[in-house]
């Protein structure tokens, strides 16, 4: 866990590992950390879940991006869990904070980079090196680190899909993420460098009824068409019902209970 800092300017945080098999974020951070010089304000840096980056594993008991929840949606397993714990641990720095950036990645080759934010995040959003950007996550996802910063009046929670975790572009993707970031932040000097982008905005996530077969792989941002057939769970067809993108449609974690993948559709602005 690091921290440097200065009396003077914004709060920040930055997570990496929360999977603890997604090396974009820690790769890039544990290329950056010897020369990163924070001129102002206090930046929090911590590797989100160190168990399971040990064993390069997604988790250890539960999910730790969806922690962040409020404990009453929690199951028993999931409130006496070490996720739970480190969850707990991470918001008391959270609290402090003014934003957050939270860089991630995925095992899928065919995964698309972008970025999950909320309208309150567009300043920094757009100085970040992607070319979509996803909101919505809040509504139809809750529980992960960007959604508890979201939940807060003022605050800011963005988290970045950076890539394939195997590709070396992903690494470098990451890297000019936190360093924009970091200048968004005024924490380092820099001119700030506007992005085009496109908007989109999820509208439905699928969560495993029982056993969840898919047509098909699906690479991130699929367009599929209006009544396409994604597949089955629990003996009904799972169908679109307006033409939209698929994200994370190649999830493994497909338990009873979980999230799979998510539906969204093109918006005109981060809405």
């Known amino acids: 866990y690091a921290r440097l800092d200065t009396q003077k300017g914004p709060k920040?945080?930055?997570?990496?590992?929360?999977?603890?098999?997604e090396k974009p974020g820690i790769l890039a951070y544990n290329d950056l950390k010897e020369r990163l010089q924070i001129e102002q304000g206090q930046l929090w840096v911590a590797y989100?879940?160190?168990?399971?980056?040990?064993?390069?594993?997604?988790?250890t008991e539960q999910d730790l991006n969806r922690?962040?929840?409020p404990e009453d949606q929690m199951t028993p397993e999931e409130r006496i869990s070490y996720e739970k714990k480190r969850a707990d641990f991470i918001k008391t720095y959270l609290d402090q904070a003014d934003a957050l950036l939270d860089v991630n990645g995925t095992k899928n080759p065919e995964g698309v980079p972008f970025l999950?934010?909320?309208?309150?995040?567009?300043?920094?959003?757009?100085?970040?090196?992607?070319?979509r950007v996803v909101s919505g996550f809040d509504q139809h996802e809750p529980g992960g680190t960007d959604y508890y910063m979201n939940t807060i009046v003022g605050k800011i929670g963005i988290c970045a899909e950076s890539g394939y975790n195997e590709d070396p572009k992903s690494v470098e993707r990451?890297?000019?993420?936190?360093?924009?970031?970091?200048?968004?932040?005024?924490?380092?000097?820099?001119?700030?460098?506007?992005?085009?982008?496109?908007?989109?905005?999820?509208?439905?996530?699928?969560i495993t009824e029982t056993?969840?077969?898919?047509?098909r792989n699906y690479p991130d941002f699929d367009p599929l068409p209006n009544?396409?057939?994604?597949?089955?769970?629990g003996g009904k067809q799972i169908v679109t019902d307006r033409e939209c993108v698929i994200l994370f449609g190649n999830m493994d974690?497909?338990?009873?209970?979980?999230?799979?993948?998510?539906?969204?559709?093109p918006t005109p602005t981060l809405s």
């Open 48 to 59: 989100g879940n160190p168990p399971a980056i040990a064993q390069g594993e997604r988790k």
């Open 116 to 131: 999950i934010a909320e309208p309150q995040g567009l300043r920094i959003v757009e100085t970040l090196p992607f070319e």
């Open 253 to 265: 974690t497909d338990q009873p209970g979980e999230d799979v993948f998510n539906l969204a559709e």
């Open 227 to 233: 009544g396409h057939v994604i597949g089955t769970d």
């Open 211 to 215: 056993d969840l077969k898919r047509v």
């Open 12 to 21: 920040s945080v930055m997570l990496v590992g929360v999977h603890g098999n």
């Open 67 to 69: 922690m962040f929840r």
């Open 174 to 206: 990451a890297k000019e993420t936190i360093l924009s970031f970091l200048k968004a932040q005024g924490h380092i000097s820099g001119k700030d460098v506007e992005r085009f982008q496109n908007y989109y905005r999820v509208f439905y996530t699928h």
